[in-house]
């Protein structure tokens, strides 16, 4: 499976589709964790249009990059990206969260194809990361690891445990990305626990950092991601990204947004902001003169 | 439905008001009762309070462990600490914290784990506390209660601040059926006998104690008379009631919204195999994990209802008397 090259354009309506099928997979079923799907959705645009190495033909493929979400409340949106890239039938997304599905509200590798890693209890993510990667080193493999970890994520003491052993051990095949969004569940991270600044605590623990300004910007992501994939210096990187818990669910701005309701009404002014923000991106590429 | 969902309709407030309300009056009472939670205060209802009181509530952030051992620093200097997450997170990522620091260092606290199994609900099986019972009974001097209605739950939280040896309170979060009346008074290691009966005795704990009231309505219509106890108290046991329930019944049900290994029926089972042998049946989780579907859902799937009961309780009576 070789990396596909995509324009921005792509990326940018690759992420508008995973927005909009995550708010349809949750209205679907009446209430999620919003805010941290959304504030995900361009990463996982980068990572599935084109950063991750993995074929949706063959889910347990040896040599594929691997993605632990750590941050496993945040399944829908994966679901909804691992449906678009072609794991699963769309259709499957409506089951989310009822009996007997594949797709629960936390992230299981036993039942849905394309996931690396069950997730749901905060934190356990990275440290499974770090084995991974530290597998793939021992048997050779040329493939990379990936973390998204939350912010109020990194509270937890195994977040960095985890950073101290992964930079002892050298792995410079794994990135951690941190999806810096400034809130946790009880409200902001200031309020709740302060983190100070995370990208000087991991150069301390002695990884590579990296930051991205802002953390829905295609362009920016995939600069990002293209350095954390290539610089091979004998430490492990980190991502951190500036992002909007909740972006692009305007109903989520308006409030706390964990764990919201979907109403009918928020989920149709959603949709109408992504169908706006569709002809958006249709108008500017074709006065870029895209022929597509 | 039930039969019984007048007799016992569902309480005005939810559980976790009722905690909240009654922790706030015990920290008014005793400058000692803190409390504290791993970014959980939302779905307990709590940071209304956290707000209002930032001396006496403390947010940890997402570090269940860490708050445990800080709660168990804070009990070795007097405080009486309760301390918050789900249960899954409370028995299982702060376990050792709560065996060494809290239970072995002779440190009290009452760990609160909320939403117990099928509770979980559409959070799945990574939220799912099974086994919480089963872990925190084996930790000496340990106390584990849980309610099976509000009244309970108010009765039970002065007692567990103010006992000398750490405890753990199993916490459903929203409504339940009003089970007692409000002058009902409880205490730690002494059951409730809710109806009588010679024909078995259902033993069950949390929610599960109305789906054995149900039970026992639904029984009575067919002409069998069984006792219901509230074994609120799972450690300490009441020993005494269980055994006279087996002696003058003969036959014993239990009914936990757990897993059958380790829980209130291990409990139970343990007991009679020395004390009493009595045929016993067990209603709960067959050491399974958990997983995502509304709480209805799951208690059937999970074989958790006031008709798995019925059928337990007929199957435990005719085994009476043979070998
Ligand atoms: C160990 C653990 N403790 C508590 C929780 C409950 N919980 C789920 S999400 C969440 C807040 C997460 O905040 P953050 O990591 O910042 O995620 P995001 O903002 O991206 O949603 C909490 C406390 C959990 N899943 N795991
Ligand atoms: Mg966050």
């Keep these: 499976m070789s990396r596909e090259k995509k324009t921005v354009w792509e990326l940018e309506r690759f992420a508008l589709e995973i927005r909009r099928q995550t708010i349809?997979?949750?209205?679907?079923?009446?209430?999620?964790?919003?805010?941290?799907?959304?504030?995900?959705?361009?990463?996982?645009?980068?990572?599935?249009?084109?950063?991750?190495?993995?074929?949706?033909?063959?889910?347990?493929?040896?040599?594929?990059?691997?993605?632990?979400?750590?941050k496993g409340h945040a399944g829908p949106a994966v679901y909804a990206a691992l449906a678009l890239r072609g794991f699963f039938p769309l259709e499957q997304l409506e089951t989310l969260n009822r009996p007997g599905t594949k797709l629960p509200s936390h992230m299981d590798a036993q039942k849905t194809p394309g996931v690396d890693m069950t997730t749901g209890s905060l934190?356990?993510?990275?440290?499974?990361?770090?084995?991974?990667a530290l597998a793939a080193r021992m048997d050779k493999r040329s493939c990379q690891v990936c973390v998204v970890a939350g912010?109020?994520?990194?509270?937890?003491?195994?977040?960095?445990?985890?950073?101290?052993?992964?930079?002892?051990?050298?792995?410079?095949?794994?990135?951690?990305?941190?999806?810096?969004?400034?809130?946790q569940l009880d409200g902001s991270t200031d309020e709740v626990l302060s983190l100070g600044s995370l990208e000087e605590k991991l150069r301390?623990?002695?990884?590579?950092?990296?930051?991205?300004?802002?953390?829905?910007?295609?362009?920016?992501?995939r600069q990002a991601l293209s350095a954390a994939w290539s610089g091979k210096d004998g430490r492990p990187t980190a991502v951190v990204l500036n992002t909007i818990k909740g972006k692009g669910y305007p109903a989520a701005m308006r409030g706390p947004n964990h764990h919201m309701i979907i109403s009918d009404g928020d989920f149709e002014e959603a949709m109408e902001a992504l169908a706006q923000e569709e002809q958006r991106l249709r108008e500017r590429e074709e006065a870029a003169g895209c022929t597509r | 439905m039930y039969q019984i969902a007048e007799r016992y309709p569902l309480d005005g407030a939810e559980m976790r008001e009722i905690y909240c309300r009654t922790l706030e009056e015990c920290m008014e009472a005793d400058p000692a009762v803190v409390a504290l939670d791993a970014d959980l205060m939302t779905p307990l209802g709590i940071a209304g309070l956290w707000k209002k009181r930032p001396e006496r509530i403390f947010n940890c952030g997402i570090q269940e462990a860490n708050m445990v051992g800080v709660a168990a620093g804070m009990a070795r200097e007097g405080k009486k600490p309760f301390v918050h997450t789900f249960g899954v997170f409370a028995s299982r990522r702060a376990c050792d914290q709560i065996y060494m620091s809290c239970a072995y260092g002779g440190n009290s606290v009452c760990i609160v784990g909320s939403d117990p199994g099928v509770a979980s609900a559409l959070n799945g099986g990574t939220h799912a506390p099974n086994e919480d019972i089963a872990i925190l009974r084996a930790c000496p001097t340990m106390t584990v209660v849980e309610p099976a209605d509000a009244q309970t739950l108010r009765c039970l939280i002065p007692q567990l601040a103010a006992l000398p040896a750490p405890s753990?309170?199993?916490?459903?979060?929203?409504?339940?059926?009003?089970?007692?009346?409000?002058?009902?008074?409880?205490?730690?290691?002494?059951?409730?006998?809710?109806?009588?009966?010679?024909d078995a005795a259902i033993l069950a704990c949390g929610i599960e104690v109305y789906e054995a009231l149900e039970a026992a309505a639904r029984l009575e219509q067919e002409g069998i008379r069984v006792r219901v106890l509230d074994l609120f108290s799972i450690k300490p046991l009441d020993t005494q009631a269980v055994l006279a329930a087996a002696r003058e019944t003969g036959a014993i049900v239990t009914a936990?919204?757990?897993?059958?290994?380790?829980?209130?029926?291990?409990?139970?089972?343990?007991?009679?195999a020395e004390e009493c042998p009595v045929p016993l049946e067990r209603v709960g989780i067959r050491d399974q994990f958990g997983q995502v579907g509304p709480m209805d859902w799951l208690m059937e799937h999970y074989g958790l209802t006031a008709g798995d009961i019925t059928e337990k309780v007929k199957r435990v009576i005719a085994r009476k008397g043979k070998k």
């Design chain 1, 24 to 70: 349809r997979e949750l209205h679907s079923l009446g209430s999620g964790h919003v805010g941290g799907c959304m504030s995900i959705v361009e990463l996982l645009a980068v990572l599935y249009g084109e950063r991750l190495q993995v074929d949706p033909a063959n889910p347990r493929w040896e040599e594929r990059d691997r993605l632990v979400v750590s």
């Design chain 1, 123 to 132: 934190g356990q993510g990275v440290s499974a990361g770090v084995g991974m």
């Design chain 1, 151 to 183: 912010d109020g994520e990194c509270d937890e003491g195994q977040v960095w445990e985890a950073a101290l052993f992964a930079a002892a051990q050298g792995l410079d095949n794994l990135t951690l990305i941190i999806d810096q969004n400034h809130l």
């Design chain 1, 204 to 221: 301390a623990f002695g990884w590579q950092v990296l930051s991205v300004e802002d953390g829905h910007s295609i362009p920016q992501l």
């Design chain 2, 168 to 198: 753990y309170l199993r916490l459903f979060r929203r409504q339940r059926p009003r089970i007692y009346p409000e002058t009902e008074t409880f205490s730690i290691g002494k059951a409730k006998q809710l109806t009588q009966g010679e």
């Design chain 2, 256 to 272: 936990e919204n757990h897993n059958i290994l380790g829980g209130l029926g291990s409990a139970v089972a343990e007991l009679l």
